[in-house]
């Protein structure tokens, strides 16, 4: 089992729609990234997270540290929404990812 | 924060011959690090890269194969060495500051090799 499960691996929506990616997670952490990866390779970094929530724009991240399992959620979706997301964690005294295997996320106009 | 660059962006190179990676980064971070994405895959740990000493490689990574420099705190180098078709990757190298959870990506190079 790996230590970053995601789910779901490929999920395909409308323009508009309220999206959810879940990431769970099987060992203690000190934070948790969400990630955002395009076509081309170039990875941009969404959210870190340690506890609670955070918003930036129609992204919102939330994290449980007791049930190890973070969310996050696109309100609004557009097209350009299009990409892979992945949740990686940092172990606690480590500085290195571990990483989930992406969802590929499809948002047709 | 930190702004990463790396070059080439993509390359295609013929089996049995080395790549070397350029990763550069704005600002002094402690920690570098290097992943590979095969295709479909997920992001893998290569190795920690080291100023002034030899990288810390993860399991199933070899020097021989990934050789890596740090001269300082704000440059690394990734060799991929005598290629094979399987080494066909996007390589991607971060930083982090020490303390600190945050990672910065670079844009990735994209590796074909035929």
């Known amino acids: 089992k790996n230590e970053v499960e995601q789910s779901p691996q490929n999920l395909t929506a409308q323009e508009g729609e309220f999206i959810t990616i879940n990431c769970s997670y099987s060992v203690g952490i000190s934070a948790l990234h969400w990630l955002q990866q395009h076509p081309g390779g170039g990875i941009v970094s969404l959210f870190m997270l340690s506890s609670g929530k955070k918003k930036h724009g129609r992204l919102i991240a939330t994290i449980n540290i007791q049930e190890k399992h973070s969310s996050l959620h696109i309100t609004a979706s557009h097209p350009r929404d299009s990409a892979v997301y992945i949740c990686?964690?940092?172990?606690?005294?480590?500085?290195?990812?571990?990483f989930g295997q992406g969802t590929r996320l499809t948002i047709n106009p | 924060s930190a702004v990463i660059s790396q070059k080439p962006s993509r390359d295609i190179c013929q089996r049995g011959t080395s790549l070397t990676i350029q990763c550069q980064v704005d600002s002094q971070v402690t920690m570098m690090f290097w992943y590979r994405q095969q295709p479909g895959q997920s992001l893998t740990l290569i190795a920690t890269a080291n100023q002034g000493s030899e990288a810390t490689y993860e399991s199933g990574f070899v020097i021989d194969k990934f050789p890596i420099s740090r001269p300082n705190l704000t440059f690394s180098t990734l060799t991929v060495s005598n290629m094979s078709p399987e080494d066909s990757s996007i390589y991607l190298c971060s930083g982090s500051f020490l303390g600190g959870n945050e990672q910065y990506f670079g844009p990735g190079t994209r590796l074909t090799v035929t």
């Open positions: 990686a964690v940092v172990g606690k005294g480590a500085q290195k990812l571990v």
